[in-house]
């Protein structure tokens, strides 16, 4: 069983930046991919990047590729993205995932967090 909290989220201007942090919990962190989604208000859940259990390897959506940047410190069993030149499309809450695989679609991820809500404001 993994347990994820996510935290960072907030209210930003449009063109500024957070970092968002989910803590795990769990022995098959350090085996897992994670990957980080986001879903606005009336919108399917969406990619926006994944990270190999070694983080040697990442994906990120085309929407978000050159402002954001995913990493992890298995050491502090946490996963990171970092959001700059954020834009109001950007509104939504975002979660972190477990998988056992590096992908980037949401039905291969076992393990979910809350979530965190991020509003970009233009």
């Known amino acids: 069983q993994v347990q994820l909290v996510e935290s960072g989220g907030g209210l930003v201007q449009a063109g500024g930046s957070l970092r968002l942090s989910c803590a795990a919990s769990?022995?098959?962190?350090?085996?897992?991919?994670m990957g980080w989604f986001r879903q606005a208000p009336g919108k399917e859940r969406e990619f926006v990047a994944a990270?190999?259990?070694?983080?040697?390897?990442?994906y990120a959506a085309d929407s978000v590729k050159g402002r954001f940047t995913i990493s992890r410190d298995n050491a502090k069993n946490t996963v990171y993205l970092e959001m700059n030149s954020l834009k109001p499309e950007d509104t939504a809450v975002y979660y972190c995932?477990?998988?056992?695989?590096?992908?980037?679609?949401?039905?291969?991820?076992?393990?979910w967090g809350q979530g965190t809500q991020v509003t970009v404001s233009s």
């Open positions: 995932a477990v998988s056992d695989v590096l992908r980037t679609t949401a039905q291969t991820y076992a393990y």
């Open positions: 769990g022995r098959t962190f350090r085996a897992g991919a």
């Open positions: 990270i190999s259990w070694s983080g040697g390897i990442t």
